[in-house]
Structure formats: C-alpha cells, structure tokens
C-alpha cells in the first residue's frame, strides 16, 4: 500500500487524523526530523542528541508525543517530554535556553479538531526556516542510526517557561492597574496559564474560560476569531470584564475583544504594541508584518520613524527578519506575534501580558486606545473569508487573476498587483484585496481592507460570486 505524502506548510506538517495522520505517519515526519537534527552536514549549532517534545490538548496529541519520545529515546536521544499539554513556544524556549538543535510539538495549532500534526523548532527557538524544512523533508523515510544511551524524562517543562514569561512584562503595572480579564483558551494549550502567571490577591484578576482539555474544542475551531468566541460573548454579556484576550490551540496566537465584545484586529493588536513598546523604549527597530496585514502597520511605522519589513505569510520569515536584527518586533493577520527581547517565535500568552502591560501604562482603557488609533492614522475596515472550494477551481482562478487581472473591483480602480504570496489587488493608499491558498488546507482566503467599510462585504460577495460561477 502507497504511504500517503508528507507535505510541509507554512509552519511544519498537519492531516486529518486516521486518513492522512497516523501513528505510522507521524513517526515518520519524526523520523526525518531526527534524521535531520543529527545529520554530519547540518550546520545548525546546539545538541543535537537531545530534544524537548510537546504537545496539545488534541486528539491523541498525549499518545502521539509518548510514541514519539519512544522512538526517539529507542535511537540514543535524551528525550524531555511534557508532563502535560503545553503551549508551543514552551517546546522554543527549552530549545534555545538549553542550546539545543530541534525541539518537537505534536499539534496542529488552530486546526479544526479532526487535524493533528507536527512543529519543528530551531536553535534560535523559533520555528524551522523554509530550507529547514526543506532538508527534514528530504530526509523523508532515511533510517536513523542507533546509538545507545537513550532515555525519555518526563518532566515539567511548563513552570520555568511561565517563570521567563513573567520576567519580560511589568507584572506591577499589570497587577495594580485594577483591570478584570477573561482569558479563554477554547480548551487549548494555554490552560490557566496567564490567569497564573498574574496570580491572585491584587486589583487586577483574570478569569479563565474554557481552561479545560476538550479535543473536540467545544464545538468550534480552536482559532480565536470573532466566530469562535462565542463563550466570551456570553461571559461578557453576564459579567463585566475590561478585555477578553483568547488563544489558539497551542497557545501560540491572540485574540482579543473589548469591554463591549469588540473584536480588535491582530492588526490593531499589533499597531498598539509596536507603538507602546517603541515609545516606552522597550524596543528598538523596525516592524514585519506579513502579506495579508493591514495599511495601519504602514502608518505607524511612518510615524514611529521605523523601517517597515512585509514578509510572505507565515511567522518563519519574520522570525528570520528578527535574527538578521532588521526588525524589533512583529506579526501577522491571523494573531501571530513576537518580539525581540524574547524569542523569533509567536507566543499567545507572552502577546497576553504585553496587550495587559500596554493598558496598564496607559492610564486608560483598550478602548481608548484603538480610538486613539483612528484619530492618528484614519480608520481602516477590514474583512476575511475562508471559502472551499475544489483546488483545481482555486487555482484556475489565481492563475486567472494573475495574468490578467480586473481593472475595478466594486468600481474601485485597481492601481496595481502584488503576487508576493498570493494575489493582491491594490487600490492606492486606501486599501487592498488579496486572494492566497491556506498553506495547510484545501481552503482559499479572501482578505479585504479600505478606507470606507461599506466595500469590505461587496468586495468579499463578488469575489466569492466569481468563484462560485467558476466552480459551477
């Protein structure tokens, strides 16, 4: 019988459990990374003999990381494997604060519940670059050698991650600014992580929501979107809390609402964050941000008298932005971000705290905030759609698009086009329309931004029009 392929995305590999993820193919995507990890050519600095693996709250994400830390162990790797799901980032900061190669995290991040998958880890703590994914997946169905001396430990590896979390925010200011907040993990990774870390006893309380392990996610897609927040709503509706801030299912994104169940954009989130830090001298340097992110990381940038840095879609290539030291801090439209003074790595409960510290020293509230955004750089309106479609439809129409693209869209004058990843139709300074394929499933994405938010939803419908004529 014909193994099914491996394919990396844009951040390590994902299937759908039992038809493209098993046992059998997970152990060997774990084979080519220790293939990898002890190759003689790999350049890579750190031990290469021994490797963290962490894991999520999936389905078999606990069975996974245990076979897998077997394997490994069975072929001369000191294994430290997880005592218990973990966010992802945990898996970076064991990697780079032991000086080691690799790390592993069995998880498919903000997947639907029926998808699981494998992260691979770098050096520098941060995800494994494209040719380092490109040399694990060359590495594919190559026999590990054997050496003696294995052994798995099965350890804590998720206090001193919370420790180092809590030394790089001003835990005072956020303590004492006398803020409520509800943090819902979806019964993710991140557990109670944040509500921990700020502890009890002080004006400001966290709330946690949905902290326990459910593979099934209660229902939703473990991303932290408006869609997805539904349980937030509702706490909010009964009780009043100053900010909602969610994470993914590893723990490795933000999501956030305002006092009144606003969602505020991870563009938004990450505009704030750049300013805050930047004015407060915290960081230095300039802002990436990926294909599919907004006009707004252009205006502050501009403002703040900081290089601007646009990466194709997938944090790996910010991560390489902040190695090279060319930017401070940065993220990408679905909640990714990460800063220089920690890890080249997104981390959702570090981008938690920082959101917490931003309003703390700013005397007010989030929502003040963002109202101070739109009176500095103009208000900017801003949609998605994810739509499934037959591939072959999907890229019979990028391919369309790219040779011979419109002139308007909703009578909005194209001014030009930008294929860095993906389609992009662009309309001046006020606003853009992008249509790029999800690097993990079967599914293209239809992003919109403009000046005047009536044109968000047509721009969405008469893409979608278009496509569904074409499928049809």
Not at 258 to 279: C, I, K, Q
Not at 289 to 312: E, Q
Not at 346 to 367: F, K, N, P, Q, Y
Request: proline letters at 6%; glycine letters at 10%.
């Amino acid at each position: 019988m014909e193994r099914a392929p491996i394919v990396f995305g844009t951040d390590g590999w994902r299937g759908r459990i039992a038809r493209d993820l098993t046992f059998d193919s997970v152990r060997r995507v774990v084979t080519a990374a220790a293939a990898w990890t002890i190759d003689e050519t790999n350049l890579e600095p750190g031990d290469p003999w021994t490797l963290p693996v962490v894991f999520d709250t999936r389905f078999l994400s606990p069975e996974l990381a245990a076979e897998s830390a077997a394997f490994l162990a069975s072929h001369g790797f000191r294994v430290l494997l997880s005592d218990r799901p973990v966010p992802t980032p945990c898996a970076s900061w064991h990697v780079a604060s032991r000086g080691l190669r690799a790390g592993l995290a069995i998880t498919a991040s903000h997947n639907p519940p029926l998808w699981n998958g494998v992260k691979v880890k770098s050096s520098f703590g941060g995800s494994a670059t494209p040719a380092t994914c490109d040399a694990i997946a060359h590495a594919l169905d190559r026999p590990v050698p054997k050496k003696a001396g294995g052994a798995v430990e099965t350890l804590d590896l998720a206090s001193p991650y919370r420790d180092a979390l809590a030394g790089l925010v001003d835990l005072d200011a956020i303590r004492g600014a006398g803020m409520r907040v509800l943090f819902d993990a979806i019964h993710g990774a991140a557990g109670t992580l944040l509500e921990t870390i700020v502890g009890t006893g002080h004006p400001t309380t966290v709330v946690s929501l949905r902290a326990n392990r459910d593979p099934l996610f209660g229902g939703v897609n473990p991303e932290p979107i408006p869609e997805n927040l539904a349980a937030a709503q509702m706490a909010l509706a009964s009780e009043r809390f100053d900010v909602v801030l969610a994470s993914d299912g590893d723990g490795d994104r933000l999501g956030v609402l305002d006092s009144g169940g606003r969602f505020v954009t991870p563009h938004r989130v990450l505009a704030l964050l750049a300013e805050s830090l930047t004015v407060r001298g915290r960081i230095r340097g300039g802002i990436a941000k990926t294909f599919s992110t907004s006009l707004l990381l252009d205006r502050v940038a501009s403002r703040l008298g900081v290089p601007l840095h646009v990466t194709p879609v997938g944090f790996k290539h910010i991560a390489a932005k902040m190695l090279s030291g060319e930017v401070a801090i940065g993220g990408e439209e679905s909640g990714g971000l990460g800063v220089a003074f920690h890890l080249p790595e997104r981390d959702g409960v570090l981008s938690a705290l920082l959101v917490l510290e931003a309003i703390a020293h700013s005397g007010g509230s989030l929502e003040t905030i963002v109202a101070g955004q739109d009176a500095a750089y103009g208000a900017l309106a801003y949609g998605r759609r994810d739509l499934h479609l037959p591939m072959p439809v999907l890229r019979a129409f990028l391919e369309n698009l790219r040779s011979d693209p419109p002139s308007s869209r909703c009578g909005e004058p194209v001014t030009g086009v930008d294929d860095m990843d993906g389609v992009k139709l662009l309309f001046g300074s006020r606003g853009w329309l992008l249509h790029r394929l999800s690097g993990t499933e079967p599914i293209i994405r239809i992003y919109a931004e403009h000046e005047d938010p009536t044109l968000i939803g047509k721009l969405l419908d008469e893409t979608q029009a278009e496509l569904e004529k074409l499928a049809s």
